[in-house]
C-alpha cells in the first residue's frame, strides 16, 4: 500500500472524525437572548366540581342496582380555571383552562414561559376557580428583580391555596 | 418527485463511491460497510458504557460528580470510555444517517427490501431514545435542557395528567429515584435497539454485521485519538434556578430540540410524525414491478443447494423431494423474497447452453428472462461482432455497461453461469468476453460482484473451466456514471485480445441442428460440457 494511500485514508478518517467531535457541542446554541430572563407560569390545579353533591331520593335510590346504591350524586366534571398573568402592567397571558380528563374532572394545568429582558418588574397573577363569574378566588402580586438568566417560577399551592413565587 | 431526489443522490453517492473505492479497496470501502460499522460503533458504545456503569453514581447529588470525577481524575482510563461513548453514539447516526440515503440513492428499499427499510424506522426512534436518556443522565446544564425539552415534547402529546417538565423547574421537586429510572431507561432502550437490528437483518443473506478487522482497527484508533483530543466533557452543574440558556448541543441527537422554539412542539411532533410516516410508507410509494420470481424445474433439479448458498435474499430453501426422483431435496422459491436478480440461475450446475436438449431448460430460471433466452440473446450479440478482437460484453444494468449497446444486459452479472462464458469462447462467438458489473462496493444485488468474482477464480461452484483462456476474459465494476471508462476498458482490452493468436477450437461450430432462438443465428449443439 503506497504511502500516497495511506495518508488519503488517514485525512478521510480524521476528517470523519474531527466533524463528529466538533458537532458533538459546537456551535453552541443560545435558548434566550443575552441579558434575559425567563417567567415562568405553571400549575396544577383542580378547580370546583361544575356542581354540587346532590341528595337522591328515595325512589332514585331504589331504581339503582343493590350494591350500588348511594345517598349522594356528586357530578366529577370541574370547571375550567381562568387565569391572568400581568408583567409590568401589561397583561401577557389570560386564559380558560379547562379540566383535563375524558370525563374533564382532572385538575387544569398550564406551561407557559415568557423571556423578558433582565430587570425589575411588577408582576400580578389571578385566578378564578370557583363559580364565581367575575372577580378572582386567588391573587398575588410583587415587584421582583429578574437577573439575567434567571428562571423566575410562579407556581399555586392547591394546599394553601396561594400562588408561589421563587 | 421521489424518483428526481433518488436520481440525484444517487449521482451524488456514485461521484464519491469510486474515490472511496481506490483510496480504501473494495474491501474496506467504508462506504459499503455502513450498516457493519453501525453494528462495530454499537459494541463500542455498549462496552464503554457498561465500563462508565462501574463508575457512575445514580443519586440526585451524586451523579454530575461520578461523571465529573471520572472524566477529571481518572481521565485516562474512564474519561477515555467517556469519549468513545459519545462519540461512538455520535457516529452511530452518521452510519445510520448514511446508510438510509444510500440504500434510498441505490433503490434498495422496495420490493421485498421493504422489511429491512420498514424495521429500520423503529431503529432510529430507538437510537435516539437511547442517546437522549444518555444526556440526562450526566446532570449538567446540558442534561437540564435536554429534560427540560424532552418533557416539554413529551408534555405536549395528550397522555400526560401532569407536566413532567415541571419536575425541572424548581429544586426539591427530583429524587434518585429519578436517576434509577432513567439509567434502566438507558440499558433497556439500547437493548430493544439490539434486538431491532437482528430484527433488521434478518431477511437478509450473509448480512455483514462486522466490519473488516483492519477498517475496525482504524476506526477504533481513530476514536481513541480523538478521545484523546477532544475529550467528552459536561457543561457545568445543573442549576435548576436557572434556564439553561447556553448549551453545547449535540447536534447529531438534538438538532430538532431548537426548532421546539422556533416551530413549536406542536409542529416538531407533526414533522416527525410525517417523517415516520413517510419512511414507513416509501416502500410503496410507489411499489417496485418486479419481473416474475425464479422457478425451479424438477426435473433439472437434483437438489445441490447451490442457489439456496448464492442467494442474497434467503429467498430459496431446500425442502424434502416431492417427486420420484433420487434426490433427497429440492429448491424451493419463497417468491415474496425473490428479486429476480438471477444468481440462483448462475449457481445452478445444470445452466449450461451446451445441453443438448432441444428446449434448453436448466433447474431453476427466470420465467421473464429464462437461460434459452440469455443464450439466444448472447448468439445474437455475437453475430454483430466483427474485425480483430471481438469482444462479447455481458452488463449489468446497474452498472456502467448498462446503456452499451451490442451488449448482453442482465439483472446481474452472476446470473451468466460460468459455462456461458466457456459457451462464447469455445464456440468461437467473440474472441474475448467482458463482464461489466456493477461497482464492486456498491453491488445492486449485495453478493452478484462477489459470487461472480470466486466462479471465474475457480473458488466457487460452479466455476469456470481451466480450459476457458483466462487472458481473454476480463471483468470491469464500475458505477452507472463510469460508461465511458467501460468504453475505455473495453477498447483497451479488444486492442490485446486483437493481437492475439486466433484460439484452436475446442468445440467447432456447426451447422447441423437449427437453434431454437426466433432472432438469432442457427447454432449447433456440440460437444462439450454436459
Redesign the interface.
Known sequence: MSYLRIAGQFIVIAALFVAVAAFSDWPVYRQIPHGSAVVMLSFVHGADRKAECRRLTPEEIQKLPPNMRRVQECPRARRPVYVELDLAGKTVFQASLPPTGIAGDGPSKVYERFVVPAGSYDIAVRMRDTARTDGFDHDRRATVALAADQLFVIDFRTESGEFVFR | MIGAIRSVLRHGFELIERP?ER??GPALNPLSQLGALGFFFFWVVAVSGIYLFIFFDTGIERAYESVEYISRNHWFHAGVMRSLH??AS??MV?MVTVHLLRQFAYDQYRGVRWYSWFTGLPIIWLLYGSGITGYWLVWDK?AQ?VAVTTS?LL?RLPIF???I??NF??TGTLSSRFFTLMVFMHIAVPLFLLFLMWIHILRISRPKVNPPRALAA??LL??I??SM??P?LS?GHVD?????????????YLPL??LT?IWGRGSVWAFLGAFSLMIGLMPWLPPLRRARAAQVDLNHCNGCARCAEDCPYEAIRMVARTDSLPFPTQAQVNSALCVSCGICVGACPSSTPFRRSEELKTGIDLPDYDLKTLRERTIDAASALSGPGRVLVFACEHGGGRQLDGTVRLPCVAMAPPSLFDFVLSRDLADGVVIAGCAESACFNRLGVDWTKQRIAGTRDPYLRARVPRERFAMIWTSALESRRVVMEITKFAREIGKLPRPKLRAPQTSTVPAQSAHGPALTEMGSAE
Open positions: 472511496f483510496l480504501f459519545r462519540y455520535d457516529l452518521v446540558l435542557y416539554e408534555d395528567g401532569e407536566p417538565a415541571r423547574i424548581s482504524m476506526m481513530a476514536l485519538g480523538v483530543w477532544k467528552a457543561q435548576l434556578a436557572k434556564a439553561p440558556v447556553e448549551v453545547g448541543l449535540d447536534w447529531f430540540y431548537p422554539e
